[in-house]
C-alpha cells in the first residue's frame, strides 16, 4: 500500500472557513513506525504514532483507530495504528464531521462525513456514537460556539447525544485538569459566554465545574444580566483573569477545577473589594484600602488586573482615576512617616502608611479640583456631583 499524507482536522477545516490556520495536522495512510523512522523521522513516544519531520519539525501521525477500553478517563483508549488503517477509519475517529475532513497534497478534499456542508451551514455535528467515550468532547462543542458565535447551532442529534452522556454518567469522569483546560480557552474566545449557555443549557455546567456552583453563576439573577461584564471582558481583550472574574465563578468554584493560584487568590481579594461593597469611594482611605485588598502596591500584576477589571465593572473613568490615585500614593512608605511614628510598634507601621496614603489622595482630590474650578469651570458641578 503506497504512502499517502493528507492534512487533517482543524487545519483544514479552518481554510475552508478562510481563516488562517495556526496549526498544521498531518495524517500518514499507509506507514508503520519502522517506516516513519526509516524515513528519517524521529518518534516522540513508543506507544503513540506521532513523528517529527526531520527538516520541518512538523508533527505527522499515523492514521489510527480508537477503541474505547474499561480504564476509564483520558487514558481509557486502546490505539490501533498500522498500514492498513484507512483515512476513513482516522476520520471516523474525530469528533465533529467540521474536523474529520483531509485534504491531499493537490488541494482535493476527502470528506465523507459530510463536515464541508456543516461548515458552509455552521453546524457542529458529531461524527458517530464514538464521541461519547470521551466527555472532554462535548466541553470541546461549548468551546467552539463561544468562538464562532450565536450564528452557529449545535445539531440536536448532538444535544442529544450530551445529554444522553450525562444520564450514563460520562461526565464524571471529567478530570479537573481537563475541565481548566477548555475552560481557560473557551473564555479566551469572542463570545465566552456561550460556552457557559451551551453546558446550562445541556444540563451539565454544575457536573462540569465539580458538581456545585458557590459563584454567582449558580445564581438565576447572574444569569439575568446575560453576562454583560464578560462580553465586555471579550471587546476589550481582557485577559484571562479578568474574564473569569467576570464569568460568575468565584475563588471555590475556581479552585474545584484546578485554575491558576494566583488567578484564584486575585480574585479572592477582588469578591472582597470596598470598591464593590459599596457604591461609591468616600475618601482617600477607601481608595487605599480597595489598592490593599488586591496588593496592588507590592504585585503589578495583581494590579493590573485591577485596573482592567474596574474599567469593565465600574467604567474607564473610575479605572483612570484609580491609576492616578495609584501613582499619587506609591511611593509613600516607611521613609515618610515622621520620627515619633518610626519609633512605634512595627506592627503599626502599615497602617500609618495606609492613612498617608489616604491623605495623600484626598489632597490631590482637593487639588485637582480646584485645578478644575480655575482652568474648566464648566465642569465643576459634574465634577461635584460625582465625587459626592
Not at 54 to 66: F, N
Not at 122 to 149: C, N, Q
Request: hydrophobic fraction near 40%.
Amino acid at each position: 500500500m503506497p504512502i499517502t499524507i493528507y492534512r487533517v482536522g482543524g487545519c483544514v477545516r479552518d481554510k475552508i472557513m478562510g481563516k488562517e490556520p495556526k496549526d498544521i495536522d498531518y495524517c500518514v495512510v499507509g506507514a508503520t513506525p519502522d517506516t516513519m523512522i526509516n524515513l528519517g523521522y524521529q518518534a516522540i513516544d513508543a506507544d503513540f504514532p506521532i513523528f517529527i519531520h526531520p527538516s520541518t519539525g512538523d508533527e505527522y501521525a499515523l492514521a489510527r483507530k480508537e477503541r474505547k477500553n474499561d480504564k476509564g478517563g483520558y487514558n481509557g483508549f486502546d490505539v490501533v495504528f498500522d498500514d492498513s488503517v484507512t483515512l476513513d477509519e482516522d476520520l471516523f475517529r474525530r469528533d465533529l464531521t467540521i474536523n474529520a475532513i483531509a485534504e491531499d497534497d493537490k488541494g482535493e478534499l476527502y470528506d465523507p462525513y459530510d463536515g464541508v456542508n456543516d461548515i458552509f451551514n455552521k453546524i457542529i455535528r458529531h461524527v458517530s456514537d464514538h464521541f461519547t467515550e470521551d466527555p472532554v468532547r462535548a466541553l470541546r462543542v461549548a468551546r467552539f460556539r463561544a468562538r464562532w458565535g450565536e450564528e452557529w447551532t449545535v445539531h440536536d442529534d448532538t444535544i442529544s447525544l450530551i445529554k444522553r452522556m450525562d444520564v450514563n454518567g460520562e461526565f464524571d469522569a471529567l478530570t479537573r485538569e481537563r475541565v481548566w483546560k477548555e475552560l481557560s480557552r473557551a473564555i479566551m474566545e469572542p463570545h465566552a459566554h456561550l460556552f457557559f449557555e451551551s453546558l446550562k443549557e445541556w444540563g451539565i455546567l454544575e457536573k462540569v465545574l465539580g458538581g456545585r456552583i458557590d459563584g454567582p453563576l449558580g445564581d438565576i439573577s447572574f444569569w439575568n444580566c446575560k453576562f454583560v461584564n464578560l462580553k465586555q471582558c471579550c471587546a476589550t481583550d481582557a485577559p484571562l483573569a479578568v474574564r473569569l472574574a467576570c464569568s460568575g465563578m468565584n475563588s471555590n468554584d475556581l479552585e474545584r477545577i484546578k485554575c491558576d493560584s494566583n488567578i484564584i487568590k486575585f480574585i479572592n481579594r477582588l469578591y472582597h473589594l470596598p470598591l464593590f461593597v459599596t457604591p461609591k469611594l468616600s475618601n482617600g482611605m477607601d481608595v487605599v484600602s480597595s489598592l490593599n485588598a488586591v496588593n496592588a502596591y507590592q504585585n503589578e500584576q495583581y494590579r493590573d488586573w485591577f485596573f482592567h477589571a474596574v474599567a469593565i465593572i465600574e467604567g474607564d473613568a473610575v479605572a483612570s482615576l484609580f491609576a492616578l490615585w495609584w501613582n499619587t500614593s506609591k511611593d509613600i512608605g516607611f521613609d515618610d512617616l515622621s520620627d515619633e511614628q518610626k519609633q512605634s510598634e512595627p506592627r503599626g507601621f502599615s497602617g500609618m502608611i495606609t492613612e498617608l496614603r489616604a491623605t495623600k489622595i484626598d489632597q490631590f482630590c482637593v487639588d485637582a479640583l480646584e485645578a478644575i474650578k480655575e482652568t474648566h469651570p464648566h465642569l465643576v458641578d459634574d465634577v461635584e456631583t460625582s465625587n459626592s
